[in-house]
């Protein structure tokens, strides 16, 4: 299906329905109603300030869109014979012009009458897989750090958030699939600092099935660690899973082992969930907790 026909009827959560369509540009007045609706705090955490009044170069470049790098999808609501754009969801693509895409910029803009209904949660459902049709497969948005509404969608269409410090501002990656693992640091008061590593993510606290190794840890000392796994397995493809990256997952262990050498401060560390991605694609931290100390006396 040509993605600048794409038309999708959506339930809500509340049990109401609106319409999702791809962007058009006869849809110019209709986003300027839009933004005439909105109030000025879902403006400012829309555009990072206040910009109420696009001109008509602005309104044809967000209407106006190739359906490759830029498209777009809105919301919308029908009554007394007229169409009423409520919700509207972008992506951007952010590798430069002639190269391979890869990655692009999300943005949404939902009327304050109607957040709430789940509707950027299912914009973003929508949008996302026709950025995959054209080879994007990370997405990121620079989110105001008070924009909890926001923040949430992204935390149920399964982004994963880093935080960045500029400006209080977020950064949202999309990873995909992987296989989820632990690495961590804990300072046993006896010997001193420990590695700790496993697999399953979350489910390590269910499981209790973690290894153990004394710093510093070499390469061989953390082969040992995964090898005494035994849901070592699921590194290698379990029930049709594909196959993880288990040399990035060493190097994850070796590079935490490394830190306590380099912070002899840091008293306990926690990585949970490391996705390790397939062979070759590496691993990326999801979450992350740390603890820093005194030095021993």
Do not use: C, W
């Amino acid at each position: 299906m040509d993605p600048r026909r794409y038309e999708a009827n959506v339930v809500l959560k509340d049990g109401g329905s609106v319409q999702f369509r791809a962007i058009r540009p006869d849809d110019r007045e209709r986003l300027r109603s839009l933004l005439g609706r909105v109030s000025s705090e879902s403006l400012y955490f829309r555009f990072f300030g206040l910009k109420r009044k696009l001109s008509e170069d602005d309104l044809v470049k967000l209407t106006d869109l190739d359906f490759f790098r830029e498209a777009a999808l809105v919301a919308t609501l029908r009554g007394e014979g007229e169409e009423r754009i409520v919700g509207v969801g972008r992506y951007s693509a952010i590798d430069p012009p002639g190269e391979p895409l890869r990655r692009a910029e999300v943005a949404f803009l939902v009327e304050d009458a109607h957040q709430g209904r789940g509707i950027g949660t299912l914009l973003m459902e929508h949008l996302a897989p026709i950025a995959r049709s054209r080879g994007i497969t990370e997405f990121e948005a620079d989110v105001l750090g008070e924009n909890n509404r926001m923040l949430e969608v992204f935390q149920k269409s399964g982004f994963v958030i880093q935080r960045s410090f500029e400006s209080g501002v977020f950064l949202q990656r999309e990873v995909k699939g992987g296989v989820e693992a632990l690495v961590g640091v804990t300072t046993d008061p006896t010997f001193g600092p420990l590695v700790v590593a496993g697999l399953g993510g979350v489910l390590v606290e269910l499981l209790k099935e973690v290894s153990f190794r004394l710093t510093p840890v070499s390469d061989l000392d953390a082969e040992e660690m995964v090898e005494k796994l035994r849901s070592k397995r699921l590194l290698d493809g379990y029930r049709g899973a594909p196959p993880a990256d288990r040399a990035a997952l060493l190097a994850v262990i070796q590079r935490i082992s490394a830190l306590v050498e380099v912070i002899p401060e840091l008293l306990e560390l926690d990585l949970n969930p490391v996705k390790i991605l397939p062979p070759g694609k590496g691993a990326i931290v999801v979450d992350g907790r740390m603890r820093i100390g005194p030095l021993p006396a």
